[in-house]
């Protein structure tokens, strides 16, 4: 089965720990990409990665931290620094960035809450 | 950067009833999807639309880029249809990152 899958469902984490949220695709898809959701709002970018190795700030990155050593994963640290990290973090995957045709593809989600 | 603009924000249906979600964007677009949010957070692609029609049984699709809006009409509305409807666009100038709207609230009564 080709997708993306997320690791954990659900998250509880303590004020002052960082916390990784994984995400892993088996699509072949070179750009990976973290959005953040509130409750009753649209989603908003942290970070993408058009290649291994090579990542970009989104729109909301304070506070969050990236690595792509791999293509297929594309793990999201939350630091102590995220002020208001309880959120809905979802993963997602395209064949590229940068192209006319650029159709995402999501994961399940994990729900961080901060205790 | 785009703006995109989702109406309404909320819709009741009674079940078999037809409905049309508008989404609005303020710049020229290259990629637009459709996606529906179920109840467990899932989004599920719904459809790759960046211009003209789709349709997947009793979902179509419809955008006009040069006048810079897409229409989504749900036909004969089932209880199983209930969630919420994101459009997502990325912009042909800047970074072809997408952009979402907050969202078309859906419940579909029986």
């Known amino acids: 089965d080709g997708g993306i899958t997320q690791s954990p469902k659900y998250l509880f984490r303590k004020e002052g720990q960082n916390v990784t949220l994984s995400c892993e695709q088996n699509l072949n898809h070179d750009a990976m990409y973290w959005y953040r959701q509130d409750p009753g709002q649209g989603l908003r970018l942290i970070y993408y990665?058009?290649?291994?190795?090579?990542?970009q700030k989104g729109d909301i990155a304070e506070g969050y931290s990236v690595s792509r050593e791999k293509k297929e994963s594309f793990p999201l640290t939350v630091t102590s620094a995220q002020k208001n990290p309880t959120a809905f973090y979802l993963c997602?995957?395209?064949?590229?960035?940068?192209?006319?045709?650029?159709?995402?593809?999501f994961g399940p989600g994990t729900r961080l809450t901060v205790l | 950067g785009i703006q995109v603009e989702q109406s309404p924000p909320d819709l009741i249906l009674q079940e078999g009833a037809n409905s049309t979600l508008r989404c609005n964007f303020s710049?020229?677009?290259?990629?637009l999807q459709w996606f529906h949010q179920n109840p467990w957070g899932q989004l599920i692609n719904l459809f790759y639309?960046?211009?003209g029609t789709k349709q997947n049984g009793r979902l179509s699709a419809t955008t006009v880029a040069t006048e810079r809006y897409s229409l989504l009409y749900i036909s004969s509305s089932q209880t199983t249809d209930s969630g919420v409807y994101f459009c997502?666009?990325?912009?042909?100038?800047?970074?072809?990152?997408?952009?979402f709207g907050t969202g078309t609230r859906l419940k579909v009564l029986a």
């Open positions: 639309i960046p211009s």
């Open positions: 997502a666009v990325a912009s042909t100038s800047g970074t072809y990152k997408y952009i």
């Open positions: 710049d020229s677009v290259n990629n």
């Open positions: 990665s058009q290649i291994v190795n090579d990542f």
């Open positions: 997602a995957s395209s064949i590229q960035v940068r192209s006319s045709y650029n159709e995402q593809f």
